[in-house]
């Protein structure tokens, strides 16, 4: 319909967003019925209030990533699972492993495995609803992806063949073992983490969702390579727990003078949080010069859409920004393969590059422009604001000379 109103590609990507964004955000609200049900309003109301203020988990939930479609099925099988109904949990939680991410089974095993520790799920249930779940969502994810491929494939066995049996994950970067701990839960969480060790003595109920999150956050550390969006699914756990202790400090708020103070703190890491995830959202905004290029490029060349013109993109281009949904002018050709020689690139009409490469094209290839991304952050006390965000060049696009004759 956008299409035949004669919408651009990049209204496609905003409605897909907008659709994909509310999967999740429903799915969070039948999670957080759960969490009601379970552990009370309070904890239901700060579990808003903390998801709300922080950035990450917002910022992912309209991102076309696998792990953010993983999130409905995961978020719709703990609410299964809260609500004590095992075999809605294992076939949901089976979905989001067998169809979107193979690692969630470390995440939603450990559940399991406390589930089937207690007695509220038999080995023989467990085994008849994976045998289901099995014949229903892997020819589902082999014929709607072999489709869309173009070749018989199951996309997460292949997924977890190149990570676990290659291992070459790492291949894409590595980071220490500890990262998840000190670098990711503290700018996903913000102040909200310092409630989370308090949880299992303020309630030993947050027990239950404390282990899964730890289990599944320190066997995936063992991998070399990591990401934020890797263990995006535990921070509305995590966020749980935290909500359970806050609700306490809350609901105890007139007990005493410290009481008092404490919750006045509570209502004031929120501001903290805020002022954080609009910092980040800042932030956010100059890590993706693959997407201002590519814009960028379109309104150089606005002159030039019915020109075939052919244009490469660079792999750091491709990871911040370009998608299908950007490349809007039908009749350009646009190429993402990698690892090209110099004498291949050099046939294209228009590059956009990273780091020394145009060096090479000084003398075929014209400077069209540049994008900046995001560098750092420096400390300038005698300045105001106290914070300076730093870019550097990122993206440059060039244009072959001859095309101008």
């Known amino acids: ?28 609200r039948v999670y957080r019925s759960a969490v009601r049900k379970r552990f009370g309003v309070e904890v239901s109301t700060w579990l808003t209030l903390l998801t709300l203020s922080q950035f990450h988990f917002m910022f992912y939930s309209s991102r076309t990533l696998p792990n953010t479609m993983a999130l409905v099925p995961v978020l719709l099988s703990l609410s299964f699972w809260l609500n004590s109904n095992p075999t809605m ?38 085994v008849v609803v994976g045998l289901v779940s099995l014949c229903v969502w892997v020819p589902l994810t082999v014929a709607v992806d072999s489709f869309f491929w173009g070749r018989l494939l ?40 310092l409630l989370i060790p308090l949880a299992p003595i303020l309630d030993r109920r947050t027990i239950i969702l404390l282990f899964p999150c730890i289990t599944f956050i320190s066997l995936y550390s063992l991998l070399p390579h990591k990401e934020l969006r890797f263990i995006l699914y535990t921070f509305p756990v995590l966020n749980t727990a935290a909500a359970a202790s806050a609700a306490r400090f809350w609901i105890n708020r007139s007990k005493s003078l410290f009481s008092r103070l404490f919750s006045l703190a509570l209502l004031g890491h929120l501001v903290i949080n ?15 010069p693959g997407g201002q290029a590519i814009r960028l490029l379109h309104q150089l060349e606005a002159e030039n859409t019915n020109t075939p013109l052919t244009v490469h993109l660079d792999n750091l281009a491709c990871q911040t920004g370009v998608s299908r949904f950007t490349q809007e002018v039908p009749g350009w050709l646009y190429d993402k393969t990698e690892q090209l020689t110099i004498q291949e690139l050099g046939k294209f009409s228009h590059l956009v590059l990273a780091g020394d490469k145009p060096k090479s094209f000084l ?19 005698t300045h105001f604001p106290p914070v300076i965000v730093e870019t550097k060049p990122a993206l440059y696009l060039l244009k072959k000379i001859k095309d101008e004759s």
């Open 1 to 28: 319909i956008v299409s035949m109103l004669g919408g651009s590609k990049f209204i496609h990507q905003l409605i897909v967003r907008a659709v994909l964004a509310c999967m999740v955000l429903g799915a969070f």
């Open 89 to 126: 949990f294992i076939f949901t939680a089976a979905s989001s492993i067998l169809i979107f991410r193979g690692e969630l089974a470390m995440f939603l095993g450990a559940v399991l495995l406390m589930e089937l520790l207690v007695g509220k799920v038999t080995i023989l249930r467990v």
């Open 154 to 193: 199951w996309p997460e066995a292949e997924v977890m063949y190149f990570n676990l049996v290659l291992n070459k994950s790492s291949d894409w970067g590595v980071q220490p073992f500890l990262w998840y701990f000190y670098s990711v839960l503290p700018r996903a969480l913000g102040s909200s983490i």
């Open 274 to 288: 805020l002022l954080a995830s609009s910092s980040l959202l800042y932030i956010s905004s100059l890590n993706y």
């Open 363 to 381: 003398e075929t290839h014209k400077f069209m422009g540049q994008v900046d991304s995001f560098s750092g952050v420096k400390f300038n006390y």
